[in-house]
C-alpha cells in the first residue's frame, strides 16, 4: 500500500511511500508531470539502502534528495553496566535522549541470574520511551552491547538465536552486558525490525606471541572493552585525517575494567583480561595476583568458587582496600590526609603505567598515540599521575568517557543503508591451538 507523504509545488514532483518490510526496506515511489515529453517521469527507489529499482528522468543529484528528505533513520543503543543499563536514542546521528536505568540493590546481588531482570528492563525502557513521546514502532532500529560469547571477528552482527543461546548461558564470562542482546532482541521483535551487536567484548585478534602460557594447552583469551576501544581509535585516526589501520596506538580503558590494547594496524594484537584478573587492580577488581596465593585461598576452606570469582571480579581492587568503588572518593580521602589513601591510588596508577610499558614495547618505540579513556579518564588529579610515568613513551591523547553508545549506533547505521556488511555469528569458537612444528 502506497502512502502519500510530500508534494513539491514547483515541479509537481508527487512522493509516496511504501511500508517498511522485515529488513526495513521501504519503497519510495516519486512522480513528476514532464511537459515537454507529456507524460510522468518516475522512480522508485529502495529505502534504506538508496538502491534505485526504477528511473525515468530523474537524476542521481535529485535522487540522494529524495532520499533524505523521506526517511532519517532512528536507532536505540542499550548498553548494560554493572551499575545501570544506558540507553540513548538516536535520529542519524542527532541524539534525541540518553537515559540510565539504574540497577537495584536486589539486582546487585553477587548470584542473582541477570536474565531474570530482563523483563523489567524492557518494562523501564519502553517507560523511558514514553517519558520522551516516542513510540516503539518509530525506532528502526536496535542494538544491544554483547557479553559472553566466543572469540570472533570484529564487525557488525545480525542478533540470531545462536547469539541469545550463548548470552543466556553467559559462554565466556558472566557479565551484565549478557542481557544487552537480549533486550534489544525483544524490543525488536515487538515491531518486526532488526537488531544488531557490535563489536563484543570477545573480538580475538590476538598474534600468536601474545597467546602462549607457560602450561600447555592454557592460552591467553582476548577479552576486553572491544567496542570502545575500537571506536576511540577509529575516531582519533578520523580526527587527524589517518585511517585506523595506519596507525600504531596503544588504547587504556580506564572504567570498573582496566584494558590495555596494542593498536597494531588496525589490529589488537594484545590486550590484558581484566574481567579474569590480567592487569592492574581496578576499582572492583583484583588484577593479576601470585597464583600460588590464589592456590592457597582456594584450599583455605574459607571461600567457594563463586566467593573468589566475587572476590577477584566484583570485590577485590579499591572495594577490598578502602572500602569503595569511586575514585573521586579515593581523592577525598587523599585530600584529607589519608596517607594510606594515596599508597593505594599510586599503586593503581603504577601497575597501569606499568602494563602500559609492557604493551609498548610491540611497537619497537614507534608509537603514533596512547590513548586514555573511559570514565576514569574525566580525573584530572589522575591522568595526571598516570602521565608522569607514560609520557615519556609517545603523544598521549585524553578522550574522557567512552563512545559505546556512538559506536552501537554509527555501526547499525552503516549496515542499514548498505555501507558495511552483516556478519553471522555461528556460535564457533576461534579459540587458538598451538599449530605443529
Known amino acids: 500500500m502506497k502512502y502519500p507523504f510530500m508534494r513539491i509545488e514547483e515541479d509537481g514532483t508527487e512522493i509516496t511511500y511504501s511500508d517498511a518490510d522485515i529488513y526495513n526496506n521501504i519503497l519510495v515511489y516519486l512522480e513528476r508531470y514532464n511537459n515537454k515529453s507529456n507524460h510522468f517521469d518516475n522512480m522508485t ?24 528528505k523521506i526517511k532519517k533513520l532512528k536507532v536505540l543503543a542499550i548498553n548494560p553496566g554493572s551499575d545501570s543499563v544506558k540507553i540513548a536514542l538516536y535520529e542519524e546521528n542527532n541524539l534525541m535522549f540518553r537515559e540510565n536505568i539504574k540497577n537495584s540493590i536486589s539486582e546487585l546481588k553477587n548470584n542473582l541470574d541477570l536474565n531474570l531482570i530482563i523483563p523489567s528492563k524492557i518494562k523501564k525502557i519502553l517507560d523511558k520511551l514514553n517519558e520522551h513521546s516516542v513510540l516503539l514502532e518509530e525506532i528502526d532500529a536496535f542494538c544491544g552491547r554483547a557479553g559472553g560469547l566466543t572469540s570472533l571477528k570484529e564487525g557488525v552482527y545480525r542478533i540470531n538465536q545462536k547469539i541469545l543461546e550463548h548470552a543466556r548461558k553467559g559462554y ?3 557479565h551484565y552486558s549478557n542481557i544487552g542482546v537480549q533486550i534489544a532482541y525483544e524490543l525488536a521483535k515487538k515491531n518486526n525490525k532488526p537488531a544488531f551487536t557490535v563489536n563484543p567484548v570477545t573480538v580475538d585478534e590476538l598474534q600468536d606471541t601474545s597467546r602462549i602460557t607457560g602450561i600447555k594447552g592454557l592460552y591467553r583469551q582476548s577479552i576486553f572493552h572491544a567496542l570502545n576501544q575500537k571506536e576511540v581509535a577509529y575516531q582519533y585516526a578520523k580526527s587527524i585525517n589517518k585511517k585506523y589501520n595506519e596507525l600504531n596506538l596503544i588504547v587504556v580503558h580506564l572504567g570498573s575494567g582496566i584494558t590495555v590494547g596494542v593498536h597494531k594496524k588496525g589490529k589488537v594484537v594484545d590486550v590484558n583480561n581484566a574481567l579474569n584478573g590480567d592487569g592492574p587492580f581496578t576499582t572492583n577488581r583484583a588484577g593479576s595476583i601470585d597464583a600460588t596465593n590464589i592456590i592457597d585461598l582456594c584450599f583455605s576452606g574459607k571461600y567457594t568458587k563463586d566467593d573468589l570469582y566475587n572476590l577477584i571480579t566484583k570485590r577485590g581492587g579499591l572495594v577490598s582496600l578502602l572500602e569503595t568503588n569511586d575514585i573521586r572518593e579515593v581523592i577525598k580521602m587523599i585530600q584529607n590526609g589519608n596517607k594510606y589513601a594515596q599508597l593505594v591510588l599510586n599503586a593503581m596508577i603504577y601497575q597501569i603505567a606499568k602494563q602500559i610499558g609492557a604493551m609498548s614495547i610491540n611497537f619497537k618505540g614507534n608509537i603514533d598515540a596512547i590513548i586514555i579513556t573511559g570514565a576514569i579518564a574525566n580525573s584530572k588529579y589522575f591522568v595526571l599521575h598516570l602521565r608522569e610515568y607514560i609520557d615519556f613513551l609517545g603523544k598521549v591523547i585524553v578522550m574522557p568517557g567512552d563512545m559505546e ?16 556488511i552483516i556478519l553471522n555469528y555461528t556460535g564457533e569458537s576461534m579459540d587458538y591451538e598451538l599449530p605443529n612444528f
Do not use: C, D, F, R
Open 405 to 420: 553508545m556512538e559506536a552501537l549506533v554509527n555501526n547499525t547505521l552503516q549496515v542499514m543503508k548498505g555501507k558495511k
Open 45 to 68: 527507489i529502495e529505502i534504506p539502502s538508496g538502491k534505485l529499482i526504477n528511473n525515468n528522468g530523474y537524476t542521481e543529484k535529485e535522487e540522494v534528495y529524495h532520499i533524505n
Open 172 to 174: 565466556s564470562l558472566k
